[in-house]
């Protein structure tokens, strides 16, 4: 880590914002410390995840409620222990610095904030508690904070002051600081023997004024007043600590109170990830970096002096955002009452937290467990494999050659593991959206998306409904024009708001529903105010971001371009339309945020849920158990369907792949092959499943199961369930994050099209009659290992949804084989990579039917000249994938089913019983 020395020598040194048990007891923060970590801070919130969320503490706490310990006994005993386990593997730097660096921080309670005798006593208590010379304790520079810092620092006391925004609250805090200084020299003390660092939050900065300057339509100062803001603030340090009064103090010894750059991570996915370390390097600073930013400094950071670059700009475009009437006093005050209610509110969870966790012990609770049987040796094996090659650490460093040599592909697709995060800072954007379309009388909401981005809105409508107040969303993935036309004739396009979610902004079924929809909404109210109706999820620069800006959307949400779609479901492909269903969204995440915890690279293997069943999937898989049926209880059901999508997707592929099985209705163990793995989701007091599974599992099939709470920790799902998919990617040597085999559908689709535009017909293939001798030569084929793949391009309704299901049991009944069903084409955006890709085991019956209606698809949005069809380019598309699987060496048979749908369908399951 040659980036930490050359930082070093050009006076600034990074400590870490992070500190846990397992963090220490693995070695990593030795590791740091090895490469030029000179300190660290900690905060309420990574102990709160930490303890809700792993096992990190578990043997500690069980000591403490034994011991009859209340919740903020408990804390201090927890925290006390890892800042001074933490100070003692700092200590050689703090000796080697002579006390300038190697300190670990502790804050006081938030609920402190205004109390400066209760701000004291509490400092004096923990300082001494700790009982280390290298500690510094946190203390807001709040108005009650500031006198309780200088008579803390009058008495030796290290302080690290946090919560600084403004230049103004710098300037009280280091003349409190000074004062203090004076105070220790005149009572006699040694003033070489105490330290302290002023902490100036910095990307909060920007996220506050960005979302002042988006109000009133400015950009051009977006993303720049935080640093600014830094710089003018390292003017007022580098002039304070100078002159004759600070010069004395210097004379007996006395250390000038270093600037500490904090919240440095970024906060907008678009800015650079390490725009608030690059830009702010001097001399006498500190930069405290979370984890991600550290890494990604490390990556491609650059080491170069930049903070009295620029000073002149820096206060020119303070005094332009004062031009612009954006009152940035007013917004570090209104930063600073935040800062402190938020850290209140994280440390009154956090004891809440312990306080559950305590309860789950004694009740026995656990986030997971399996019967695994013979396996369980093979998975115990392979966590202590990837152990030993620090698979999970290098998976959150980024690093590609954990599935392949080359960083294709890879490198810019884990943005997945930094979303949660991200995304609890801008939630704001969201929320803004929700409470303007809700003034604006809107009363529904349809989805246009595919795949990645519909599944999981689609999630968040069937699991958590529709609150009071927010509009009622539906999700359309189809090109069916009965499906097209049930939603168009079902809603008001007055008062809908459309989505139009796709992350090339390229996907053709997307644009193709945009284009019918910005035209029927422009009957309705005008060109002028069609775009008002409409909001756009997509990557920066995309098609779609052009056209959102062409026809005036109401917002465009640019998403983290180094997302996959599949990967997406926490970021504002999600979250988006959780919001506007009036899902909790800060809770989701936050229980998103518990699973990341529990997931992180300090964890041992055999304690991190995500290398847990990372491993069991791909183990069992390389057993040939890879047909992976998730059963799930009834009221999260819907979140298989997006499982599958990541599964399918990420492991179908080189001629390998896991089969993902959702919604198939559960059977004795007699109707299954040898090649099943269960997985149950299963919600507190829900026994829905639990005698199947049990039986199951006395049959001696593989099952593991995964505790819920509620519904919201699905949000902790969403992130399990990809770091378990990457695990167990590199388990089976595979990228989980390309999709090889997609495209070939799609060209020849593409192709159909061309064909259709150019002739004015689709190319002919003949389907086989529905007879049961056709239908038994086919299925003859089966061997064990395969399985079943419905293909219904028809008209998603209940009644279709009842037929497929009874079709798919018969068939898994009389076959022992798995079965899966998909409709057309939004299959292909799901388990098509996997049909493809996989080693050939899949049995493809593809429906087909004659539509009772047809509509045109605009060629343009907002003109009327049509060249194709939604009932063609449905039909081209079935006919591109029916010919990529055949030239992949699939056995397809293709049913043709008239406008009888649901008789069709029927006479074959009655050719089955």
Wanted: hydrophobic share 40%; aromatic share 8%.
């Amino acid at each position: 880590m040659a980036e930490l020395h050359e930082l070093a020598g050009l006076g600034q040194t990074v400590w870490l914002d992070y500190v846990r048990r397992s963090f220490i007891q693995s070695g990593d923060l030795q590791a740091l410390v090895d490469d030029g970590l000179t300190g660290v801070t900690s905060n309420p919130s990574i102990f709160e995840k930490a303890i809700a969320g792993s096992t990190d503490y578990d043997d500690a706490l069980h000591r403490l409620v034994d011991a009859g310990k209340d919740a903020g006994e408990i804390y201090e005993t927890l925290v006390l222990e890892d800042i001074q386990r933490a100070a003692d593997l700092l200590r050689p730097v703090y000796e080697r610095t002579g006390g300038a660096d190697g300190y670990v921080s502790l804050e006081v309670s938030p609920e402190l904030a205004h109390d400066t005798k209760g701000t004291i006593a509490e400092a004096r208590h923990l300082f001494a508690a700790l009982d280390r010379p290298n500690v510094m304790i946190k203390v807001p520079a709040t108005p009650a904070g500031i006198p309780a810092i200088e008579t803390l620092i009058g008495e030796g006391i290290n302080i690290n002051v946090t919560l600084m925004f403004s230049v103004s609250q710098y300037q009280a805090v280091s003349e409190a600081y000074i004062n203090g200084v004076e105070r220790l020299a005149a009572s006699g003390g040694d003033v070489t023997q105490v330290a302290s660092v002023a902490s100036f939050f910095v990307s909060r900065v920007d996220t506050a004024v960005d979302r002042a300057l988006e109000r009133i339509g400015e950009t051009e100062p977006q993303g720049k007043i935080a640093i600014a803001n830094a710089k003018v603030a390292y003017g007022l340090f580098r002039k304070t600590f100078s002159g004759p009064r600070w010069e004395s103090l210097a004379m007996l010894g006395a250390r000038v109170q270093r600037p500490l750059w904090a919240s440095t991570s970024t906060k907008n996915p678009l800015y650079p990830d390490t725009l608030y370390v690059d830009n702010l390097i001097g001399p006498d600073t500190v930069n405290t970096l979370p984890p991600a930013t550290l890494q990604a400094f490390l990556d491609h950071g650059s080491v170069a002096p930049t903070i009295e670059a620029n000073l002149k700009e820096a206060h020119a475009q303070l005094e332009r955002l004062s031009d612009l009437h954006v009152d940035l006093d007013a917004i570090t005050q209104r930063l600073l009452g935040d800062g402190v209610e938020a850290f209140a509110k994280s440390f009154k969870t956090l004891m809440a937290s312990i306080t559950e966790k305590c309860e789950r012990l004694r009740a026995g609770w656990q986030h997971q467990s399996a019967t695994l049987g013979s396996y369980q040796q093979t998975v115990d094996s392979a966590l202590a494999e990837m152990a030993e090659n620090r698979v999970v650490k290098r998976i959150w460093a980024h690093d590609h050659t954990v599935w392949k040599p080359e960083p294709a592909e890879i490198g810019n697709r884990l943005g997945w593991l930094h979303t949660a995060e991200l995304m609890s800072d801008n939630v704001y954007r969201i929320e803004a959206l929700t409470e303007a379309v809700h003034s604006d009388g809107y009363t529904h909401a349809l989805l246009l998306g595919m795949g990645g981005s519909s599944l999981a809105p689609e999630v968040f409508r069937k699991t958590f409904g529709v609150a009071e107040g927010y509009l009622d969303l539906s999700v359309l993935d189809s090109t069916d024009p009965g499906a097209v036309l049930a939603h168009a004739e079902g809603l008001d396009p007055t008062r809908t708001l459309f989505i139009v979610a796709t992350k090339s902004g390229t996907t053709v079924e997307t644009l193709s529903l945009f284009k019918f929809f910005y035209n029927r909404v422009g009957g309705a109210v005008g060109a002028q105010r069609a775009g008002e109706h409409f909001v756009a999820i997509t990557d920066p620069l995309s098609p779609l971001a052009d056209l959102a800006s062409q026809h005036t959307f109401r917002a465009t949400f640019l998403n983290d371009p180094n997302i996959g779609g599949r990967y997406s479901a926490l970021s504002y492909f999600g979250l988006v339309p959780a919001a506007l269903l009036g899902v909790d969204v800060p809770r989701l995440l936050d229980r998103a945020l518990t699973s990341a915890t529990a997931c992180e690279g300090c964890v041992a293997a055999e304690d991190n849920p995500g290398a847990w069943l990372g491993a069991i999937l791909g183990e069992l898989a390389t057993a040939r158990r890879d047909k992976l049926t998730l059963i799930a209880s009834p009221a999260i059901a819907s979140f298989g369907n997006w499982v599958e999508q990541l599964i399918a997707e990420s492991t179908g592929k080189e001629g390998q792949g896991i089969l993902p099985v959702v919604g198939e209705p559960m059977g004795s163990p007699a109707v299954y092959g040898v090649d099943r793995l269960f997985v149950h989701l299963r919600l507190d007091h829900d026994e829905t499943h639990d005698a199947a599974l049990a039986a199951l599992e006395g049959a001696g099939y593989p099952v593991a199961c995964l505790h819920l709470h509620d519904p919201y920790d699905l949000g902790g799902q969403f992130f399990l369930w990809e770091m378990a998919t990457a695990v167990a990617g590199h388990r089976l040597n595979i990228n989980p994050f390309d999709q090889p085999n997609v495209e070939a559908a799609k060209a020849l689709a593409r192709q159909m099209v061309a064909e259709y535009t150019a002739r004015g017909t689709l190319p002919s293939v003949e389907s086989s009659a529905l007879t049961a001798e056709a239908l038994n030569e086919f299925l003859s084929q089966a061997q064990p290992h395969d399985y079943v793949a419905l293909q219904a391009y028809v008209q998603p309704t209940g009644e279709t949804d009842a037929a497929l299901l009874a079709l798919r049991a018969r068939l898994r009944d009389r076959l022992r084989l798995a079965t899966t069903v998909g409709y057309g084409p939004r299959y292909l955006h799901s388990t098509g990579q996997l049909h493809k890709g996989d080693g050939g085991h899949g049995l493809f019956i593809q429906f087909t039917c004659d539509d009772e209606q047809d509509i045109p698809i605009p060629e343009v949005a907002g003109a009327s000249a049509s060249s194709i069809s939604f009932g063609v380019l449905k039909a081209a598309q079935a006919l591109g994938d029916h010919r990529a699987l055949l030239n992949a060496g699939r056995r397809v048979i293709r049913f043709h089913l008239g406008s009888d749908v649901i008789g069709g369908l029927r006479k074959l399951s009655e050719m089955l019983s």
